[in-house]
């Protein structure tokens, strides 16, 4: 059954019922914002250091709205890296976004351009995570994404502007070492996805790699990890399906 088939457009739902998936969306991705609140912090101050001025660094996280991508092109900045090399890093870390458009794409064709231009920009890590269980309990609704979504853009970029603010009194926030929240956050992210044997191997196998390529200081090593892992997880999935059909 195509998960999308109950779908209704937002206009089928009462102004109460919108409401309340709006205000339900907001509520549930809250824990996801706090995770990020260090993460945050960090974009902006690091905006600032990297010699952007204050509007220039607060525009970066409202027209940008990429955590990782931020702190990676502000890191690029300050050690002087040449704008291709930075366009090429940012394309590849921020590449999982086509697999995300890919898997709701037959939720945003059935929408009107009006709601799948706000659902686009505002389709990140943690948005994408609230809604896959939301298409397997075909509870999924464009006012749920637009609550939950507007709301973590909000809260980015006001823990954006406290960096910012934060960069004049407290220099340096760098060394308080507020980027663990990136790898707390995807942990979030990540672990409560883990539901099969393929899934876990996929996980394990990126992990194991990213680790080794990182220490041989292997350009793009995150990237080719994820690409690895989703390749020996599918294989996984494939092995063990067989491995089913052949003892039936």
């Given at each position: ?113 009006k709601y799948r231009l706000p659902i686009g920009f505002l389709l990140t890590d943690e ?122």
């Amino acid at each position: 059954m195509n998960n999308f088939e109950h779908l209704q457009p937002p206009s089928a739902l009462s102004l109460r019922g919108q409401r309340a998936q709006f205000f339900k969306g907001a509520i549930d991705i809250i824990p996801l914002c706090l995770a990020v609140l260090p993460w945050g912090i960090l974009a902006g101050s690091m905006a600032i250091q990297s010699g952007l001025d204050v509007w220039q660094s607060l525009g970066m996280s409202a027209i940008i709205f990429a955590g990782a991508a931020q702190l990676v092109t502000l890191s690029m900045l300050i050690s002087g890296a040449n704008v291709f090399s930075i366009i090429i890093t940012i394309f590849f870390l921020t590449s999982q976004h086509f697999i995300y458009g890919l898997t709701l794409r037959e939720f945003v064709t059935q929408l009107k351009l009006k709601y799948r231009l706000p659902i686009g920009f505002l389709l990140t890590d943690e948005l994408f995570a609230l809604s896959v269980p939301k298409v397997r309990e075909q509870a999924l609704t464009v006012s749920y994404l637009i609550g939950a979504g507007l709301t973590f853009y909000l809260f980015w970029v006001i823990v954006s502007a406290l960096g910012i603010w934060l960069a004049a009194s407290v220099p340096d926030l760098a060394k308080y070492h507020l980027d663990f929240s990136i790898i707390a956050t995807f942990i979030t992210i990540v672990v409560p996805m883990i539901k099969s044997l393929s899934t876990l191997a996929g996980v394990l196998c990126s992990l194991l790699l990213s680790a080794v390529l990182s220490l041989a200081q292997v350009e793009g090593a995150i990237v080719i990890a994820g690409i690895v892992g989703m390749m020996f997880a599918v294989a996984v999935a494939h092995l063990t399906r067989k491995s089913g059909e052949t003892t039936t």
